[in-house]
């Protein structure tokens, strides 16, 4: 059974760099036909998709976030994070780290998230 748990901090200043980390158990990030996926959603609206890396250690941005964002892997510990900077109020969301089928596309296994606070 695979898991997925995100951590980091739950209070960031705007301006400010959020960094998230997500730990997986039961499965390797780095088995094919898999991506890993970075997921917010903000208070009283939907989801948004943030950013993937996959199985490679390619990793690719949501359009509107893209210039803030980096997403990176440590195969060795099985980990990947989520780097996103220059935060305002406006990033203030659940975020969630998902694991998604190339096959599928649809985001079979979830972490529970993780509140991220933007707030002087």
């Known amino acids: 059974q695979v898991q997925l748990q995100e951590s980091g901090p739950g209070l960031v200043k705007p301006s400010q760099t959020l960094s998230l980390t997500c730990t997986v158990s039961?499965?390797?990030?780095?088995?094919?036909?898999?991506?890993w996926n970075w997921i917010r959603q903000p208070p009283g609206k939907g989801l948004e998709w943030v950013g993937a890396?996959?199985?490679?250690?390619?990793?690719t941005y949501s359009p509107s976030l893209k210039s803030r964002t980096s997403i990176s892997r440590d195969t060795s510990k099985n980990q990947f994070s989520l780097q996103l900077s220059s935060v305002t109020p406006e990033d203030t969301a659940v975020y969630y780290c998902?694991?998604?089928?190339?096959?599928?596309?649809?985001?079979?296994?979830w972490g529970p998230g993780t509140q991220v606070i933007v707030s002087s």
């Open positions: 039961g499965g390797s990030i780095t088995t094919s036909s898999y991506y």
């Open positions: 890396i996959n199985y490679e250690g390619s990793a």
């Open positions: 998902t694991r998604e089928s190339t096959d599928s596309r649809v985001s079979e296994y």
